[in-house]
């Protein structure tokens, strides 16, 4: 007897999301069984446009937790397997991957999702889309999934354009209250530590995103998949603020983790830049040699995809503009 083909929902959360949400399940249609919707509360067309594009559409009140709606919809879509989606992503590539990692033995599958921010840069991170049934989510906000199943990365790329312009101005507050919820139960939780710090990086509160960082890094396990994006997150972060000296010293501490890492080296160049320019009299001598020496090593790495938050050109044209900038600079004062 022939054994039964997994079935394989989409699995959205979504709430005024007419703007993106035909984008998104027509991209995904294609390689999924079915794809199912559940509305917190829209008050525009997103419901009748889900439909439209051939989801199944429910309902809920929002219940003030990510994870208890996602949890929801895939109770909804009583599926084997189910793929994760916000309705401001879209699937780029790799959804031919999907029925093979279907019929391997369940884990959970992380996916690469490209985030574009303002600037024209893109941030990548591995994340946990892919979910056997019964895996299930915890947390209030940037939520995370509680399985003891293995999980491995599957070549499937997704966009994401949710931190453009007014996509991102109502998440600040919202996010903000969910994740001070969280911690008041889980005071010394790393990963929610980590969010705050950039969260407070959002809302360009500087010593507030220095503090968040420095807490998180004090209990972020050495093997933490999204410590690298912590370290160059801190480094940045203290620059902003003006510690200037506090950021190298802690790039130096870290150098030895970080020894492949173009982001690494695209951050520290980017501060001994500032350095330069707060001590003039050092510049030609100190700072910008030093500064361009950082952003000849990160094209010496060249890109490095697979690092958790790492963005798109720091091993390639960012730093090679940087680069070129600094050596025009040097030759025109030397």
């Not at 879509?77 to 019929?103: K, P």
Request: aromatic share 6%; charged share 20%.
């Amino acid at each position: 007897m022939p054994q039964r083909r997994p079935v394989l929902a989409a699995a959205l959360i979504v709430r005024d999301e007419a703007r993106c949400i035909a984008r998104c399940l027509d991209s995904v249609a294609p390689w999924v069984d079915r794809m199912v919707v559940l509305d917190t509360g829209s008050t525009d067309d997103t419901p009748a446009i889900a439909r439209s594009a051939g989801a199944e559409v429910h309902h809920m009140t929002w219940p003030d937790s990510f994870a208890v709606a996602r949890n929801q919809a895939l109770a909804l879509a009583d599926a084997d397997f189910n793929l994760v989606l916000d309705a401001d992503e879209w699937l780029n590539s790799g959804g031919e991957h999907l029925r093979a990692w279907c019929a391997s033995p369940p884990r959970l599958g992380r996916v690469c999702i490209h985030s574009d921010a303002e600037g024209a840069s893109t941030t990548r991170n591995w994340i946990t889309r892919v979910l056997p049934r019964g895996a299930r989510y915890q947390g209030r906000v940037h939520e995370q999934v509680a399985s003891d199943l293995p999980r491995a990365r599957i070549d499937l790329h997704l966009g994401h354009d949710g931190y453009l312009g007014a996509q991102i101005t109502g998440k600040h507050g919202r996010n903000h209250a969910l994740l001070l919820g969280d911690l008041s139960e889980r005071p010394n939780d790393p990963y929610l530590l980590y969010q705050l710090g950039k969260d407070a990086d959002m809302r360009a509160d500087r010593a507030d995103a220095c503090t968040h960082y420095a807490l998180a890094l004090a209990v972020t396990p050495a093997d933490a998949n999204w410590r690298h994006e912590l370290v160059v997150c801190a480094i940045q972060a203290l620059s902003r603020a003006g510690h200037l000296q506090d950021a190298l010293d802690f790039a130096d501490a870290e150098l030895g983790n970080w020894a492949q890492s173009p982001d690494f080296f695209f951050v520290l160049g980017d501060v001994l830049l500032e350095q330069a320019i707060a001590d003039p009299r050092q510049a030609i001598d100190q700072w910008l040699p030093l500064a361009s020496s950082a952003w000849e090593r990160c094209l010496a790495i060249g890109e490095r995809p697979a690092l958790e938050g790492s963005v798109a050109g720091r091993g390639s044209h960012l730093a090679a503009h940087n680069l070129g900038v600094v050596r025009a600079q040097l030759a025109v004062l030397g």
